[in-house]
């Protein structure tokens, strides 16, 4: 269930809106930091970005594996698959 943060910020002409410091503190996000955008009906949900399984959508143990996100759940069963032929 999401809560308020009780912070209101208006959009500026391009768009942007700016989190409070205490925000950015409290959930460690820094400069420059990947940020996702997510939409569940009307809401707009900011989220720190940590890169998904490409097959699986698995957020566990990804690793870059040719410019791909890959779990080593996925990875395993790709070497299963290789081993096999």
């Known amino acids: 269930m999401m809560k308020p943060a009780g ?13 409070p410091k205490s925000l950015r503190k409290r959930y460690q996000m820094n400069e420059g930091d990947p940020v996702e955008i997510l939409v569940s009906g009307d809401h707009i949900i900011l989220e720190r970005y940590r890169p998904r399984c490409v097959f699986c959508g698995s957020m566990d143990q990804v690793s870059d594996f040719k410019e791909r996100h890959i779990c080593a759940e ?12």
């Open 7 to 19: 912070v209101v910020r208006k959009v500026d002409q391009l768009g942007r809106i700016v989190l």
């Open 74 to 85: 996925c990875l395993g069963e790709m070497h299963l698959l290789k081993t096999s032929e």
